[in-house]
């Protein structure tokens, strides 16, 4: 009975030995997989993560060249926005960007280059007329901590001298020669290191200009005048509130300019920007049809009465007074006219005789050879409707003397001996005058009056050079004073950052743009880094 017992038991005893066993396989199953599935969820995880930083590292780097692209839409702007950047971090400025890209754009200044190199110096200020340099004030001494300000234009006519260490050039040294001949062996047509430069005639666009110039509606309530190139016979006034652009190019008077009032003049594109955005929107919205320009700057050439006429006659309504930059007159390297290049105010020299123009000669006193017009070969003033100057001072000024001529309208017409360049400051209204580019009136003269007690608010810069027949300028002087040759700084290189700010990793677009003060440039490098 026992037997039969043990043998109904052991059907039950193996049954209980297979129990756990499908848990186990399953385990086995389980970890095998996972020796596969965990893996492949990792790269998985890797790879989208991967693709995912790739995408915002994409995305952030096509930010940052963008935020290089904007800055570098308005190269001049961009000029003036950074022109005072160091060479350090610590220095840099800040510029704007476009909204809503979480990016900022720095730049800093690694280099500089300026207008001429030393030996390519012409003289900063030369007269014609013996006796004339009896105006001319003593040279600077400088300190001997700057041996390169010693010998150059007095701190009396080049403030920047002393307050920014900015020179004003040298006076051409043979001023004081009682041979008038002297300077003409000196003088070149093209501007050369230690010579005097004595520029022919450009071409002018033959073409009667209007001279009340063209209004312009630039939308929003903004007005702008318009001035083109040619030939202008009457009297161009200046006086009113509404800005004033002359379009790049030479221009030629046979009367007076005159700016007073609230006048401001902007001559040509360039370093300062006028009233419209460019030479080529301002040709095709004034609506005049023969309308044209070429290169940038202006030339402002004056025959027969012409001349610069800026004073303060006009009472300022806004109390903003004139303004004039005439921004350096450049054409393509590859155009024979660039040897007239920086050219900013000029005179047509001689005399009419006849169907010739011939040379202006006071026997020991002045002489001043007879301009010609470029061309291949030079050609005869008269054939292009060119007129000499017939402002002819031949009294030379004294020391702090200047000599100024009160504009009258027509009929009237100025006396012989009015200056051609004739700036006369008589009360407080501000006055801003840049001219960078050179200014050549042989035989006429160059007066800047400034009244007593009327030198706050007045920034003169004639700072391409002058050569005139006789130059005086009155015991108050602007309170700011620039006359002469200024090597000022034309080129800058610029290291421009522009760095994502909410990203990670950092994405930063580094460029080195070398920029002219006219608008040019070139990008040297362009690097995208990410981390």
Same mark, same amino acid.
């Given at each position: 009975?026992?037997?039969?017992?043990?043998?109904?038991?052991?059907?039950?005893?193996?049954?209980?030995?297979?129990?756990?066993?499908?848990?186990?396989?399953?385990?086995?199953?389980?970890?095998i997989?996972?020796?596969?599935?965990l893996p492949?969820?990792?790269?998985?995880?890797?790879?989208?993560?991967?693709?995912?930083l790739?995408?915002?590292?994409?995305?952030?780097?096509?930010?940052?060249?963008?935020?290089?692209?904007s800055?570098?839409?308005?190269?001049?702007?961009?000029?003036?926005?950074?022109?005072?950047?160091?060479?350090?971090?610590?220095?840099a400025?800040?510029?704007?960007v476009? @909204?809503?890209?979480?990016?900022?754009?720095?730049?800093?200044?690694t280099?500089?280059?300026? /207008?001429?190199?030393?030996?390519?110096?012409?003289?900063a200020?030369? *007269?014609t007329?013996?006796?004339?340099?009896?105006?001319?004030?003593? @040279?600077?001494?400088?300190?001997?901590?700057r041996?390169?300000?010693?010998? =150059?234009?007095?701190?009396?006519?080049?403030? #920047?001298?002393?307050?920014?260490?900015?020179?004003?050039?040298? *006076?051409?040294?043979?001023?004081a020669?009682t041979?008038?001949?002297?300077?003409?062996?000196?003088?070149?047509t093209?501007?050369?290191?230690?010579?005097?430069?004595? @520029?022919? $005639?450009?071409?002018?666009?033959?073409?009667?200009?209007?001279?009340?110039?063209?209004?312009?509606?630039?939308?929003?309530? /903004?007005?702008?005048?318009?001035?083109?190139?040619?030939r202008?016979t009457?009297?161009? $006034?200046?006086?009113?509130t =509404?800005?004033?652009?002359?379009?790049?190019?030479?221009?030629?008077?046979?009367?007076a300019?005159?700016?007073?009032?609230?006048? /401001?003049?902007?001559?040509?594109?360039?370093?300062?920007?006028?009233?419209?955005?460019?030479?080529?929107?301002?040709?095709? %919205?004034?609506?005049?049809?023969?309308?044209?320009?070429?290169?940038?700057?202006?030339?402002?050439?004056f025959?027969? /009465?012409?001349?610069? &006429?800026i004073?303060?006659?006009?009472?300022?309504?806004t109390?903003s007074?004139?303004?004039?930059?005439?921004?350096?007159?450049?054409?393509?390297?590859?155009?024979?006219?660039?040897?007239?290049?920086?050219?900013?105010?000029?005179?047509?020299?001689?005399?009419?005789a006849?169907?010739?123009?011939?040379?202006? %000669?006071?026997?020991?006193k002045?002489?001043?050879?007879?301009?010609k017009?470029?061309?291949?070969?030079? &050609?005869e003033?008269l054939?292009?409707?060119?007129?000499?100057?017939?402002?002819?001072?031949?009294?030379?000024g004294?020391?702090?003397?200047?000599?100024?001529c009160?504009?009258?309208?027509?009929?009237?017409?100025?006396?012989?001996?009015?200056?051609?360049?004739? &700036?006369?400051?008589?009360?407080?209204?501000p006055v801003?005058?840049n001219?960078?580019?050179?200014?050549?009136?042989?035989?006429?003269g160059?007066?800047?009056?400034?009244?007593?007690?009327?030198?706050?608010?007045?920034?003169?810069?004639f700072?391409?050079?002058?050569?005139?027949?006789?130059?005086?300028?009155?015991?108050?002087?602007p309170? #700011?004073?620039?006359?002469g040759?200024?090597?000022?700084?034309?080129?800058? =290189?610029?290291?421009i950052?522009?760095?994502? =700010?909410?990203? #990670?990793?950092?994405?930063?677009?580094?460029?080195?743009?070398?920029?002219?003060?006219?608008g040019g440039?070139?990008?040297?490098?362009?690097?995208?880094?990410?981390?």
């Amino acid at each position: 009975m026992k037997r039969q017992l043990r043998h109904l038991r052991q059907p039950t005893q193996v049954k209980g030995r297979d129990e756990g066993s499908t848990l186990i396989l399953c385990l086995v199953v389980i970890i095998i997989g996972a020796f596969f599935v965990l893996p492949m969820m990792t790269y998985i995880m890797t790879v989208n993560q991967a693709s995912r930083l790739r995408i915002e590292s994409a995305n952030s780097s096509e930010v940052v060249r963008g935020g290089l692209r904007s800055v570098l839409y308005d190269p001049a702007g961009l000029y003036q926005a950074c022109a005072n950047s160091g060479a350090s971090d610590a220095s840099a400025i800040n510029l704007a960007v476009p @909204p809503g890209l979480a990016i900022t754009t720095k730049c800093t200044t690694t280099a500089i280059a300026s /207008q001429w190199v030393p030996t390519d110096l012409r003289w900063a200020l030369a *007269t014609t007329m013996v006796g004339a340099s009896a105006a001319i004030p003593p @040279p600077y001494v400088a300190p001997p901590s700057r041996p390169d300000l010693d010998g =150059t234009i007095s701190a009396q006519w080049c403030t #920047s001298a002393v307050t920014d260490s900015l020179p004003c050039g040298r *006076t051409y040294p043979n001023n004081a020669s009682t041979d008038p001949m002297t300077w003409v062996a000196d003088a070149t047509t093209t501007s050369t290191g230690s010579k005097i430069f004595l @520029p022919y $005639v450009p071409p002018v666009i033959d073409t009667p200009a209007f001279a009340g110039g063209y209004d312009l509606d630039l939308g929003g309530g /903004q007005k702008c005048k318009i001035f083109f190139p040619g030939r202008y016979t009457d009297n161009v $006034v200046i006086t009113g509130t =509404t800005p004033v652009y002359f379009v790049s190019g030479v221009y030629y008077f046979e009367k007076a300019v005159r700016l007073s009032g609230d006048a /401001q003049v902007v001559v040509g594109a360039g370093a300062v920007d006028g009233c419209v955005d460019s030479d080529a929107i301002a040709v095709a %919205d004034a609506g005049y049809a023969d309308a044209t320009s070429n290169g940038v700057g202006g030339t402002f050439v004056f025959g027969a /009465q012409g001349r610069l &006429v800026i004073d303060t006659t006009t009472a300022s309504t806004t109390g903003s007074g004139v303004s004039l930059t005439i921004n350096r007159r450049l054409v393509d390297p590859t155009d024979p006219e660039n040897i007239m290049n920086n050219v900013a105010i000029m005179s047509v020299n001689g005399v009419a005789a006849g169907a010739v123009t011939i040379d202006y %000669d006071v026997p020991g006193k002045i002489h001043v050879p007879a301009s010609k017009v470029f061309s291949t070969p030079p &050609v005869e003033p008269l054939n292009q409707n060119f007129h000499a100057s017939t402002l002819l001072p031949i009294t030379p000024g004294t020391l702090d003397t200047a000599f100024p001529c009160a504009w009258a309208p027509a009929p009237a017409v100025p006396a012989p001996t009015c200056p051609i360049v004739d &700036v006369n400051l008589t009360t407080t209204a501000p006055v801003t005058i840049n001219v960078p580019g050179y200014t050549s009136v042989p035989q006429g003269g160059f007066s800047l009056y400034t009244g007593p007690g009327m030198t706050a608010n007045k920034k003169i810069s004639f700072g391409g050079g002058i050569l005139t027949g006789t130059v005086g300028v009155s015991a108050d002087k602007p309170a #700011s004073l620039q006359l002469g040759l200024l090597n000022s700084v034309v080129q800058k =290189t610029f290291k421009i950052v522009s760095q994502t =700010t909410n990203t #990670s990793p950092r994405v930063t677009a580094t460029a080195l743009v070398q920029v002219n003060q006219t608008g040019g440039y070139a990008i040297n490098s362009w690097v995208t880094s990410i981390g």
